[in-house]
């Protein structure tokens, strides 16, 4: 079995910085995309921000230059740097990954969630 531990959510003051982390552990071949998506209360869940295995990166425009998603393919694990943290960022933030386990299957995975809760 093949899942995803997300970590590094928490109440942060306005300004303020986090780094979020996602751990794939399990019979994993090789990892493909991973990504980082919130949701807000009374909110669809949105894309925040992805890579790809060659580090290929995307971000919302809500979240340029603020945030930054990095991975380390040894680790099989995702980072999200978050700075300059606004109320407006306060949310679920999910881990998503896609890998293909020993079976050769492909998976796409999601974690549990992590609160991030900004004050103002």
């Known amino acids: 079995q093949v899942q995803l531990a997300e970590s590094g959510g928490g109440l942060v003051q306005a300004g303020g910085s986090l780094r979020l982390s996602c751990a794939a552990s399990?019979?994993?071949?090789?990892?493909?995309?991973m990504g980082w998506h919130r949701q807000a209360p009374g909110k669809q869940r949105e894309l925040v921000a992805s890579?790809?295995?060659?580090?290929?990166?995307n971000y919302a425009d809500s979240v340029k230059g603020r945030f930054t998603i990095s991975r380390d393919n040894a680790k099989n694990t995702v980072y999200l740097q978050i700075s300059s943290l606004k109320p407006e960022d306060t949310a679920v933030y999910y881990c998503?990954?896609?890998?293909?386990?020993?079976?050769?299957?492909?998976?796409?995975?999601w974690g549990q969630g992590t609160q991030v809760t900004v004050s103002s």
């Open positions: 890579i790809t295995p060659a580090r290929n990166t």
């Open positions: 998503n990954a896609g890998l293909w386990d020993n079976s050769g299957t492909y998976q796409n995975l």
């Open positions: 399990g019979r994993i071949s090789s990892m493909s995309y």
